[in-house]
């Protein structure tokens, strides 16, 4: 079983930075692949990031590559999100997700979510 908790959102101006926190309950988080995503209102939830262990491969949707870095810190079962140069079409719920066996976009194949944390772009 494994609780995840996110902090870090808030409201920036497009161009900005904030970097997410994802705090996961447990002695067998570095186990767990884990993910980021997002929903923004009236659209479904969409894949942010994703990866495995920490020096392993990283996903990333293509709306936020170059701009948004998922790392991790097993010792402090913490995963973060950074995003850098943030567009108003960036505002969203994100949620963290972890799953013991899939790195992939399918929010249907996470075990575990997190409540989310709003993070809002003006333009």
């Known amino acids: 079983q494994v609780q995840l908790v996110e902090s870090g959102g808030g409201l920036v101006q497009a161009g900005g930075s904030l970097r997410l926190s994802c705090a996961a309950s447990g002695r067998t988080f570095s186990s767990y692949a884990m993910g980021w995503f997002r929903q923004a209102p009236g659209k479904e939830r969409e894949f942010v990031a994703a990866m495995r262990v920490s020096v392993g491969p990283t996903r990333y949707a293509d709306s936020v590559k170059g701009r948004f870095t998922i790392s991790r810190d097993n010792a402090k079962n913490t995963v973060y999100l950074q995003m850098n140069n943030l567009k108003p079409e960036d505002t969203a719920v994100y949620y963290c997700?972890?799953?013991?066996?899939?790195?992939?976009?399918?929010?249907?194949?996470?075990?575990?979510w997190g409540q989310g944390t709003q993070v809002t772009v003006s333009s």
């Open positions: 997700a972890a799953d013991l066996y899939y790195t992939g976009s399918n929010d249907y194949e996470y075990d575990y």
